[in-house]
């Protein structure tokens, strides 16, 4: 395995030296001079299509154990280097994907590699407590200088969990649990209750309903996937509840120009969800909460006003249901603040927050009122991983000290607008460009185009995302600079150019 | 922090020196010198009650944004080594629930502390790939050499998940889109079923269900919520499915003695499964898979006969339904075989077998048939995590080189003698010793009497777990000896002599 470039920077940092002595040709960013030394390579470098012959061969490997459809390519880490991801056939992609959004500053982070090698940290890797009954000693101080440290408004509280479908099925048995706690008054279950909870049957486990919009992802274990409906493909043959959908605004884009347009769609989605929380009560499987995402992501990087959101919110309150904002995906700084809700300049947002992804590890922050009365009712082997607790808190570090959240702020705006002008100069394939921060989108003119573009793309050293029908979904990392902006451009627009 | 031991050791591993130099009473064992050096303490050592001062403090600053209740203590894992649980008073525990039985070869083994230390090894920590799409090149290599060496009979794939509950849901799911492919003569979903299942109803969501045995414990989301029937506290207030639930044989101890009633309570329980399977169809919910344990653990480590499991296939495989043995607790060596389901003696025992806990990671292996045909099917962003992948290789190398699941074996044999002896001794106090490997249990008179011996043992520097109603649950690691049975043999039977 070619491990060359990280064993080299290793021994460096080990010797307290962060210049690499590494061949090749790199650079060291000029933002970053002023702040952390970055090293990063310059430039996209292709040697084989993609997937290569190396490639290739993995896959083959793979397939006698796994289903290998959804594979790209195999990765070289080791070589990969802040928003340049390289393959094991040693092309070097700028990745405006990472990970499917979940790497938060770039690759080989020398901050993230600094905690790797501190001895203090040792233990935190090689022994995972069982969280919920034997936390480590430094728990308490780590959730408060990472987690509690990036908690939205109004919410002290916060549940590690190990990915984000367990965090938002914890999050709905949350709700459940503090919906059934103010039906029955805050007083202790009936022996009916107790007894007929242990078969499945009601009044124990009760005809409660989450609602959820059409187009939103959030997971694809049992209780998170009868909330989700962007993909025929994720919920096929998978038993589910009768649970309200309420459809998701269909606004168009540019927002500012169909300002009266969208508000009349939003206006019409609030409506039906008033109505479905109505009729829900009255079939006897009244909604205990509604989960949205800030931006439906999955489901096509879908925007709403944040006007809809305050609307929302206050229905949920109206009605008495649990308010869930899932920003798996549009957390951790990706739209130009930490978390996209606080676009909508609510002191009081949601009941839950729920997150992962690039925040490393996943979990959910909650008003004091969701938590569970009893130990042992949100609970499982591991709650998290402490691990991942020190990379976070470290990559909250990076964000501050390089002023992260500007610096995708700015480059969001490049990008957008750049967005904007390939449309206008193509708008027979491209249309809809949309985006908060670098948390962007386009849509091509059919689902076939769109691959084919992405194909292309990869092939000449730009790695993208897909989502929705026939949309490109933008998501790098936090450290992606108006020079990547600019790489990425120039590579679509040599595609377009060619493009019958 | 006192991370003092783990920062010598780490510093003396460096130098290729594995001899400690710390101070304090520690003894080297004779079993582990003609392996590898095991370095551990001799003997618990108490300087407070359990919880004390500092735990207590640190508990009210975590109660500030979590609820407490289930925290036994805080821990120094820093200090803790081998079988030992060292907290933040300093108080030094033999521990024989080892995080809910998921540290395999005890804590801060020097082989796992070297993992940490080998610079090839920093890139699959720092980069979280997601799986799925993006795997790293040693991916293949280390699945073979760690999960695939240790496949179950009969399987030769395995889909790695981050948790247990997690694995069950996706083995779950496997089994829906298995059944429903076989129903429809493996051709392509109609219209219908991709319109409807996006709205989750019938027959894109079809009316599936999965059979699970009463007091049986498969995880906390709401998927595996519905299989789950231990505890009212699970459940109580989260809706659920109509699934069936099947009795699970409540048998006498010592098997030995009572084979011919413990038989006719078997062969009781598996008419009513196949009952159950009947009714099911005939209420159009039919059974697309048979879940269970082969030592129910939470549910109050309840044993059945191989010959039992051996005919519950049978009926599974007549009845067309897939076959999912959870090993999530009993998996990874601790019966004294590296699978329990070994102790059946079948070739084909399951068409899928679930784990996690003592494997690191999350996952599951299953039959070429289970697995799905299309990919995105089974998917999430992370798909396990290749870091604990690189610790499960090294526990595999471990348990190879120094025996362990013969040790296993042979401290199993010690302690359920030593339990017999004490149920003898104590007859009013303490019945139905049973166990299999480590994988030991023992029942108190009373819930009351079971948890005021669990705290008087936490005090004299013994940790265990319960389950059940008033049971006690043994789950030592791999590397309990005798000589440590001897010691919780030796504190055990202290409390008893004093107990009213």
Same mark, same amino acid.
Request: net charge positive; charged share 20%.
């Given at each position: 395995m070619a491990s060359s470039l990280l064993t080299r920077q290793l021994a460096i940092s080990l010797q307290q030296n962060l210049r690499l002595a590494a061949p090749g040709s790199r650079y060291v960013s000029k933002t970053a001079t002023k702040t952390v030394s970055e090293f990063e390579y310059d430039a996209p470098s292709m040697k084989t299509a993609v997937p290569g012959p190396k490639s290739q061969e993995l896959l083959r490997q793979l397939g006698e154990?796994?289903?290998?459809?959804?594979?790209?390519?195999?990765?070289?880490?080791?070589?990969?280097?802040?928003?340049?991801?390289?393959?094991?056939?040693?092309?070097?992609?700028l990745d405006v994907y990472t990970q499917i959004s979940s790497i938060p500053i770039g690759y080989n982070h020398p901050a993230l590699i600094k905690v790797m090698t501190n001895p203090n940290n040792v233990s935190a890797f090689v022994n995972r407590p069982a969280l919920g009954i034997l936390p480590p000693e430094n728990f308490p101080e780590k959730l408060f200088e990472s987690l509690l440290s990036i908690a939205p408004s109004g919410m002290n509280r916060v549940q590690t969990m190990a990915c984000g479908?367990? %965090?938002?099925?914890? #999050? =709905?048995k949350s709700m459940f649990i503090w919906y059934r706690n103010k039906e029955r008054g805050? !007083?202790?279950?009936?022996?009916?209750?107790?007894?007929?909870?242990?078969?499945?049957?009601?009044?124990?486990?009760?005809?409660?309903?989450?609602? %959820?919009?059409?187009? #939103? =992802?959030?997971?694809?274990?049992?209780?998170?996937?009868?909330?989700?409906?962007?993909? !025929?493909?994720?919920k096929l043959d998978i038993p589910s509840f009768d649970w309200p959908i309420a459809p998701f605004p269909k606004l168009q884009y540019p927002l500012e120009e169909f300002v009266r347009e969208n508000a009349q769609e939003e206006a019409r989605c609030l409506e039906e969800v008033e109505d479905l929380i109505v009729k829900w009560r009255q079939k006897r499987k009244p909604v205990a909460g509604i989960v949205i995402e800030p931006i439906q992501a999955e489901g096509g990087d879908n925007h709403a006003s944040p006007d809809f959101f305050i609307k929302l919110r206050n229905i949920a309150r109206k009605h008495g249901c649990a308010f869930h904002v899932d920003e798996v995906q549009t957390g951790g700084g990706t739209t130009g603040k930490f978390w996209a809700h606080e676009h909508w300049g609510l002191d009081d947002p949601a009941d839950i927050v729920s997150f992962s992804k690039k925040l490393l590890t996943g979990g959910y922050y909650h008003r004091d009122?969701?938590?569970?009365?009893?130990?042992?009712?949100?609970?499982?082997?591991?709650m998290g991983d402490p691990s991942k607790n020190l990379f976070l808190s470290e990559v909250l570090n990076v964000i501050r000290r390089e002023n992260l959240l500007e610096e995708v702020t700015r480059s969001g705006k490049a990008l957008l607008q750049g967005l904007y002008s390939l449309q206008t100069q193509y708008p027979h394939i491209?249309?809809?460009?949309?985006?908060?921060?670098?948390?962007?989108?386009?849509?091509?003119?059919?689902?076939?185009?769109?691959?084919?573009?992405?194909?292309?793309?990869?092939?000449?050293?730009?790695?993208?995302?897909?989502?929705?029908?026939?949309?490109?979904?933008?998501?790098?990392?936090?450290?992606?600079?108006e020079y990547h902006v600019h790489q990425l451009l120039n590579i679509l627009n040599d595609i377009l150019a060619e493009h019958k």
């Open positions: 154990i796994q289903n290998v459809g959804a594979i790209h390519f195999f990765c070289n880490y080791e070589e990969s280097r802040g928003n340049y991801l390289v393959d094991v056939d040693g092309n070097r992609m479908s367990c %965090s938002n099925e914890n #999050a =709905f805050y !007083a202790s279950p009936s022996e009916q209750e107790v007894g007929t909870c242990m078969i499945n049957q009601s009044p124990g486990c009760p005809d409660l309903s989450i609602l %959820s919009f059409m187009g #939103a =992802f959030h997971g694809r274990t049992m209780g998170c996937l009868a909330t989700t409906h962007s993909k !025929a493909i994720h009122e969701l938590q569970p009365d009893k130990p042992y009712r949100i609970f499982n082997t591991w491209l249309s809809r460009a949309r985006g908060q921060g670098t948390f962007c989108a386009i849509d091509a003119c059919s689902d076939a185009t769109r691959d084919s573009i992405m194909l292309k793309a990869r092939n000449k050293g730009l790695f993208m995302g897909s989502c929705g029908e026939k949309t490109i979904r933008f998501r790098p990392a936090l450290v992606f600079k």
